[in-house]
């Protein structure tokens, strides 16, 4: 599941109403560029930007304060999502203190070292992910 962002919702949004981005600019009191800006997520709109877009595209103000400020989300209870680098090091750190699954599955010294490396590349958010891996690398080194 991917994380939603400002400017998705935003184009999302825009495509909806058929807008052009020159469109919703004339209706914000903004250039294009800047609109272009905010779907590309190389800006964050100022509040009064930000109410002007959820009154125009009909969107939830909480919910684009939030995507344009994520930082945020502890200051009024909602709960963050660990950072993906998080995510790895306890999905890691969970498949490899598991002696019971890595007995059960036979993962050697060597597989341990390279899943530690495929750990390393940021994709594995789960233990049960790195028994995928294990497999298809298995079955892979058995086909050659």
Do not use: C
Not at 4 to 23: D, P, S
Not at 66 to 90: F, M, N, T, V, Y
């Amino acid at each position: 599941m991917k994380k939603e962002t400002l400017g998705q919702v935003l184009k999302q949004r825009r495509g909806a109403y058929n807008y052009t981005q020159r469109e919703l600019a004339r209706k914000l009191g903004v250039k294009a560029s800047h609109v272009a800006y905010l779907e590309n997520g190389r800006r964050r709109p100022s509040l009064s930007l930000l109410s002007r877009i959820a009154e125009t595209l009909e969107l939830d103000k909480r919910q684009l304060f939030l995507l344009a400020h994520p930082e945020a989300q502890w200051i009024i209870g909602e709960k963050r999502e660990p950072s993906p680098s998080k995510q790895r090091e306890d999905s890691w750190r969970r498949f490899s203190g598991d002696r019971g699954t890595l007995a059960r599955h036979k993962v050697t010294e060597r597989e341990l070292k390279v899943l530690k490396n495929v750990n390393m590349l940021g994709r594995v958010t789960g233990p049960n992910q790195y028994l995928f891996i294990l497999n298809a690398i298995r079955q892979a080194v058995d086909e050659d």
